[in-house]
């Protein structure tokens, strides 16, 4: 009997037969947090924090509606094999893959663009480069076709990328939102730790800030959520909650656009930035956050960290890009 083998979450789920709709927004929520299935019911993820948020808001917005939802941490001892799983998952981006290739190749066979049809062909490519970069972030296990779809994608691209922007809903005035409670779930991370540095150095100094088991949460009046399910402030398209927080108040300060792309790339894991700094970050982030320290202890190390990287993006030549991304902007 195997005692060794990798560690996956399991997100067995019973959705009610109504409304109708939800069974269909269920099944997208896990294509995007790429979890395949094992049965009808039962979905599958290599275990890891991010994972089992994902699974965890899924499972809420179940049992929200009526059904059933639990989420396990499991290792699989007989019967099927942690390298048929992994199979799986690269099953799915190969489908991924092939899908966007089929896209890409109609799009070359295009006759010559006029200049009126060029709009139209430019955004055509950003909804591909954003279904590579979508699968990309859910690829686990290293997929080569996806390479292929990265480099059509590339002959595709004429200039700039036509990245997602994120959706403007107005600016909301700092004035409005200070010695606010801002509310967030527990056991905070790159998002989370950046987002609630920002808002205490920028928007509201005398935040109080409450880490909550989400399940258990229920609002009170006045409280501002961030980075978790129906949250004000959250991810929106292909944008992470510190991007969104920094859109909404128009936050504007020498090195927060480099501070920015950094948690983006290692939230999203897209690398659509590219920055030097953005392992160094990310290793230093999961330091503190290792198991047994709290949220208040994380947000006051990380305070640390972020100031550090804001004043060292904001000297001059501490914002240049690096990579694929320097490329893409010339």
């Not at 290293?142 to 107005?170: D, V």
């Not at 987002?195 to 205490?200: C, G, H, Q």
């Not at 290792?290 to 550090?308: H, K, N, W």
């Amino acid at each position: 009997m195997r005692r060794d083998g990798r560690r996956w979450l399991l997100l067995i789920h019973q959705v009610p037969s109504r409304p109708a709709y939800l069974r269909v927004r269920i099944s997208r929520r896990l294509q995007k947090v790429g979890a395949v299935a094992l049965k009808s019911t039962v979905y599958v993820l290599p275990a890891s924090d991010e994972a089992r948020e994902g699974f965890q808001w899924i499972a809420q917005e179940v049992i929200r509606a009526g059904g059933e939802a639990a989420v396990c941490d499991t290792r699989f001892l007989d019967g099927i094999g942690d390298s048929e799983i992994e199979g799986m998952f690269r099953a799915a981006r190969r489908a991924d893959a092939q899908a966007i290739v089929a896209g890409g190749q109609a799009l070359l066979r295009q006759p010559a663009r006029t200049k009126k049809g060029r709009p139209s062909f430019a955004r055509s490519v950003g909804a591909l480069e954003r279904r590579f970069l979508a699968a990309r972030a859910i690829d686990f296990f290293g997929a080569p076709e996806l390479g292929a779809a990265e480099r059509l994608i590339a002959q595709l691209r004429a200039g700039p990328a036509a990245g997602a922007s994120i959706p403007s809903t107005g600016t909301w005035h700092r004035a409005d939102h200070r010695g606010r409670t801002w509310v967030t779930r527990a056991g905070i991370h790159v998002d989370r730790v950046a987002s609630a540095w920002l808002i205490r150095r920028f928007i509201d100094s005398a935040a109080a800030f409450k880490f909550v088991d989400a399940k258990r949460y229920r609002r009170a009046a006045g409280e501002i959520r961030f980075d978790m399910y129906e949250a004000e402030l959250t991810h929106e398209g292909s944008a992470c909650t510190f991007e969104v927080i920094v859109d909404r108040f128009g936050v504007d300060v020498p090195g927060l656009s480099a501070v920015a792309e950094i948690v983006h790339d290692i939230d999203l894991r897209d690398e659509r930035y590219h920055r030097p700094e953005t392992g160094g970050v990310a290793a230093l982030i999961a330091g503190i956050c290792q198991d047994g320290v709290g949220d208040e202890d994380r947000l006051a190390r990380g305070t640390v960290i972020f100031d550090g990287l804001l004043a060292a993006a904001a000297k001059p030549g501490g914002r240049k890009r690096s990579g694929p991304e320097k490329r893409r902007q010339s």
